[in-house]
């Protein structure tokens, strides 16, 4: 999968980040490496709190995409 993540210079310096497409998703970090490694974590996070909320039930069933 790929996102996309638009970046920020922090006003008390170094960078931060949000993902357009995952609502919630930001992080920081103090350099453009710190950022990125950080956004990979927060972006694996975010995708994985997701997938615990998802539950088939007797009247609704997951089905899953690959795009």
Not at 40 to 47: F, K, S, V
Request: charged share 30%; hydrophobic share 40%.
């Amino acid at each position: 999968m790929k996102f996309k993540a638009i970046l920020h210079v922090a006003e008390e310096g170094g960078y931060w980040a949000e993902v357009p497409a995952l609502p919630g998703c930001v992080t920081q970090g103090d350099t453009k490496e710190e950022l990125e490694l950080n956004l990979r974590e927060a972006i694996e996070g975010w995708l994985a709190a997701g997938q615990e909320e998802l539950r088939s039930t007797k009247d609704q069933q997951i089905l899953e995409l690959a795009i």
